[in-house]
């Protein structure tokens, strides 16, 4: 594989890691929010 | 004038004057007056997402990360990543807070949270930071016309500062976010077949940048993670100076401001963070293959990645890439032309005004405004060229404490007191950071203002909220009495 597809693929992979990891993080304040 | 130019000139007049055309008959069909701040609240997800991302996709991104990546590798992709934490810090928090609570400006939330005078000190200080951001754009516009033209910074700068005030000036935000639509799509259609002719044009190819920094040792070069001290360092510095000032920042909030609805933001992260964070990778990759090669190499960090494109690509491409540069150094021009606009329309004028401004007279004032900051933008880039990075790391600072005031006004409690405290401490400390030795004698030289100032205002807002007696409830907190357990309102 070369750098250019490689450095796409890490980049797209990080970008939707922390895309995911904010929603989650998000959801769990939310719901912290609600039970308080 | 170069063949270049002269066509990317044409495609941004057609571009930009016919949607500035359309939008014009269109009020006049309707009866309607512009509402250039917020273009009436209604932005889809499409529209949205779009501009925020293109807004946060300025001349760092474009000419900053080929400089970056020749220099550190491919770690410099940390700053886009750093962008991405932003986007999805507006999307889930700051921009949902803004348009839930349906202010238009940042001060005018300031001035809901606390009071009217630090809405106006906020609105000051605001408006002429992002002024200073309108003068680095309209330097990076003639940076971008320069390298087409080979003209001077200076008179390319005016040239950059006409078409952007003329850009933003025809229908104001909705403008801008038709003309980003359309530009999001050029941009990225460019640059994927820019990447994938590269393969072809360089002498020999990617494999044989890879073999490159394999065979000189400087393996690390290839990877995001580079080494440990890079990483920490280089990461750390990109996501604490773009999360913390840029978050509540004018430019940014005025578009969350004029989305449909709250749930129209959240839903735009799933588009605008892989669009803002994408495009980072292929001025990365420009700037690790311009390092290879001993021609490109010889011109040094700054124009070795810009030659590249020029010298290897084909004409038609290097219009479709130039046209998609400039119309993302346009939109960032827009949005920070617009923004202070808008708070000396509303914040300075509006605020003070009885019974507040007619939508007319609003427009007109609006207008009025981006004109003269246009001509006092160029004006002023006609003869200085700060460096860029260093000055937007500067002006970023003046915005930090907005974040936490905010976030403490809307989660925590709320005493103007102590949140004028908060803003003063921190633009003294800026203030000293930058004109006195303070840094040296205290040995945090390696502190940059935005960090300092993020530390002191996040210390001088926890202390005084813990000894203040008189403060409020934070707006979003929840009463706990029986009958009063829905969320506080304005």
Redesign the interface.
Known sequence: M???V???L???G???A??IV??LI?KIIEKC?EG? | MSNILIMVLIYNVIVIGGIGWYLKWKEKQNHEVTDMALGGRDASVAMFSVTLAITYLGSAHVYGLMEMSFVLGAVALWFCFAHTILICVICLGTGRWVRRIGSATIPELIGKLYNQRLRTYTACVGAMVVFGLVTLETQTLGIGISAMSGWSLGWSSVVGAIIGTAYVSMGGIKQTMWVNLINAIVMYASIIIAGIYLAFVLPSGWEGVTQHYVSHGEEFKLSVLGTPDLLLSFSLAAIFSVVFAQSVNQQGMQAAMSAKDEQVIKRSLWISAPINGLFGVFPVLVGLAAATIPEFAALGPKLAGATLIVELLPTWLVVLLQAGFLGALLSTFAMSALAPATIFAKDIIGANVKGGLSPLREQRLIRIVILVIGAIAASMTFFLHPNVILAITWLFAWLAPFFFIIVAGLFWKRDSRVALVVVISSWVVNLLWSFTNLKEVLGLAALENAHIVAIVSLITLVIGNILTKQAKPGLFVKIKEPNLSKTAHV
């Open positions: 070369n750098i250019a490689e450095l796409f890490t980049a797209f990080t970008i939707m922390i895309v904010s929603i998000s929010g308080s």
